[in-house]
Structure formats: structure tokens, C-alpha cells
């Protein structure tokens, strides 16, 4: 099959925006190239003096692995540099970076990301991956402002993440479907491997820590007895695999069917991953590749952002599996919602 690279397929569905001058296209090609210098690194962890603590901790709280350090710097740097965008709100960073320069000044475009997410993985070499979402701004000149990254799910403009796992992946949408790119290391280039991803309606893999259990709403704990209930007809047990790595559990069940959830627990009372930079990304992208993504109760693409890092319980993936939890939580776990 002839190589379609990362650039050539962005320039050819250029074409589907009419009104488009380029700029999300050079966006995009801003942050393959970041992606690139990160899997660089990310392939020699073990090698470069990039393991272990920095001794730091992130706004989360969290703490930081100088790769995350080291992503979260490229990935700016990426952005300043391509002049596209006027604002970047990170995982990493307690307030929004403004982007003023030169080349910046008529940016339309800012970007929420989770630079390095599952870093607690790098040491034992299992897959992260990088997150990022992608909205017009809202704000009328200079450089963006947090009103911009507030703003519903349903109005990114993009939405994708690089996986570095045993190959290196580019997933992406523009709410024109999914395509994911594997990076060929000889050539340097993110090549289409996996055009117009779909995700299965019923997968037979349910992601969550089961650690929590104990935690979990009853409409969860409901759920998971139900994935591991005796019914042929429903092709049920399903599997459980839990890599602990988000970016990892769900693009699994992208190509294979599933569902990943972290729900509320005692420790993260509002759920851990992030609305503006984990979930709504994750959530366009199965969306738009048939799968279904709420908060156990509503739409996670509608949910109204209140800040940049406020959490959210999360459930994504095959849509007959999100639906069949929601009727658990509906049953079990209903509050006034
Ligand atoms: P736990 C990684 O830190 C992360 O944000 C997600 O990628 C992952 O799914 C989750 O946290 C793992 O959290 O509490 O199960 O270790």
C-alpha cells in the first residue's frame, strides 16, 4: 500500500473545510512534530538520564518524572513556535501560558494537553501517551485567556493522542472520523496505518482499578458482577485488563471493543482524570469512531467546565457497554443529577 504520511492526509482532508487557510492543518503538524522528539526520548528512557523523580511535584500534587517535564516543554515549544495558537493549558501547569509573539499574534486556535499522561509507567516500560484538545478561541485579541479552554466538549475544533507503546501512534479527528498514524522510525514519519477507526458497539474487556472496589458507587460494583456473570448469549465474562494508563486502556478498547471507567472513589470524590485535557479529547475522538463517553449519568461533551484541571468520574468506549452501565448507575447510584 503506497505511504500516506501524517502531513499529506491533513493537506488532502484539508479540503473538507472550505473556509480553512491552513492553520489547524499546521496545528496538527506542529504537534506530530513534538510527538516525534518525545518518542525519541520515551524510547531511551532507560538509557538517558530521564528516570526517576525530579525531586518535584506537579500542581497535582503529583511526583514529576523528568519525561513529563521534558514533553511538556517540547510540546510548548512546538506551539509557540507554529504561530497557530494563543494559549496552552497543561496538565503540568497551574495556570494557562499564554502564547505572545510574533508569530502568534493572529493564532486562532488554543490547546489543552496532558503532555506525558501515565508517567508512572515509564519506569517499567509499559505504554503513555500524550493528550491533547484543540478549541477556536472565544477571546478577541491578544493572547487567550482561560475563558477559552471553558468552553463545552462539543466545541473542539480537534482532538487526538500520541501512544508510545510498542509502536508509536497518532490518533486524531477533526469531527470527520478517526485515523490513527504509526510513526515509521527509518523515515521519520507518522504513516496512516489505521484509516476510519471504529469502535466495536459491545466489546468483551471492562478497564477500571478493581483496587477501589470497595469505593466504587453501587451502580459500578452493580456493573462489574454483571461483566463477570456466566451468559453465553452475551459472550460474557468479559476480560478485564487495567494497564493504568488511560491513553493505553481506551485505545485498546478502540480496536477492540470496551469500556474503561474511573469513577468517583474516596480518594478522587469528583473522579481523577481531567474534563478539559483528558476526558473531553478522549471522548471526541470515541465519539466520532461510534463509541459513547459520559460521566456515568450525562454526556461528558456536555458537561459545562467550571476550570481548567476540575476532574471528572468517566466512562468510555463500545456503546452498548456505556449504556448498560449507565441504566446500573440510573438504578443503583442515581443522585440529583
Ligand atoms: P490509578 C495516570 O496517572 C492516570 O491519570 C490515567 O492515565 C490512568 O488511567 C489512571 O491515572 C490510573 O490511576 O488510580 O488506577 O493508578
Do not use: W
Not at 497535582?60 to 513556535?81: H, T, Y
Not at 453501587?218 to 451468559?231: A, S, W
Not at 481548567?308 to 449507565?326: A, E, L
Request: with cysteine; aromatic share 10%; charged share 20%.
Amino acid at each position: 500500500m503506497r505511504i500516506k504520511t501524517l502531513g499529506q492526509f491533513i493537506i488532502e482532508k484539508q479540503a473538507d473545510f472550505p473556509y480553512s487557510k491552513g492553520e489547524l492543518s499546521r496545528l496538527l503538524r506542529d504537534m506530530g512534530i513534538a510527538a516525534k522528539i518525545v518518542h525519541r526520548e520515551v524510547n531511551k528512557a532507560g538509557l538517558a538520564d530521564i528516570l526517576g523523580m525530579t525531586g518535584e511535584t506537579n500542581i497535582q500534587g503529583e511526583q514529576v518524572k523528568k519525561l513529563d517535564i521534558f514533553a511538556n516543554e517540547q510540546f510548548i515549544a512546538a506551539l509557540q513556535a507554529g504561530g497557530e495558537c494563543c494559549a496552552i493549558a497543561s496538565e503540568e501547569n497551574e495556570e494557562i501560558i499564554p502564547v505572545v509573539n510574533e508569530v502568534s499574534k493572529n493564532a486562532k486556535y488554543v490547546v489543552a494537553m496532558d503532555p506525558l499522561d501515565g508517567s508512572s509507567n515509564i519506569d517499567v516500560n509499559v505504554s503513555v501517551g500524550t493528550i491533547f484538545s484543540v478549541y477556536r478561541r472565544i477571546s478577541l485579541a491578544g493572547a487567550g485567556t482561560n475563558e477559552d479552554f471553558l468552553q463545552r466538549g462539543t466545541e473542539q475544533v480537534a482532538a487526538g493522542y500520541i501512544i508510545y507503546g510498542s509502536s508509536t501512534m497518532l490518533v486524531y479527528t477533526t469531527g470527520k472520523g478517526v485515523n490513527g498514524f504509526t510513526l515509521d522510525p527509518s523515515i521519520g514519519e507518522f504513516c496512516l496505518s489505521h484509516p476510519n477507526m471504529k469502535i466495536q458497539k459491545l466489546g468483551k474487556t471492562y478497564s477500571i482499578n478493581e483496587g477501589y472496589y470497595v469505593h466504587f458507587p453501587d451502580g459500578v460494583k452493580k456493573f462489574i458482577k454483571y461483566c463477570q456473570e456466566e451468559d453465553v448469549k452475551s459472550h460474557r465474562p468479559y476480560s478485564s485488563r487495567y494497564i493504568g494508563s488511560a491513553v493505553a486502556d481506551i485505545h485498546r478498547n478502540l480496536i477492540t471493543g470496551g469500556i474503561f471507567i474511573y469513577p468517583i472513589t474516596s480518594q478522587n470524590p469528583q473522579g481523577k482524570l481531567r474534563l478539559i485535557y483528558e476526558c473531553n479529547p478522549l471522548s471526541f475522538i470515541i465519539e466520532q469512531a461510534g463509541g459513547k463517553a459520559t460521566d456515568g449519568f450525562k454526556r461528558i461533551l456536555d458537561l459545562e467546565p467550571k476550570s481548567i484541571h476540575q476532574r471528572t468520574p468517566f466512562f468510555i468506549g463500545s456503546p452498548d457497554m456505556v449504556d448498560i452501565v449507565r441504566d446500573f448507575m440510573a438504578k443503583y447510584s442515581a443522585v440529583n443529577v
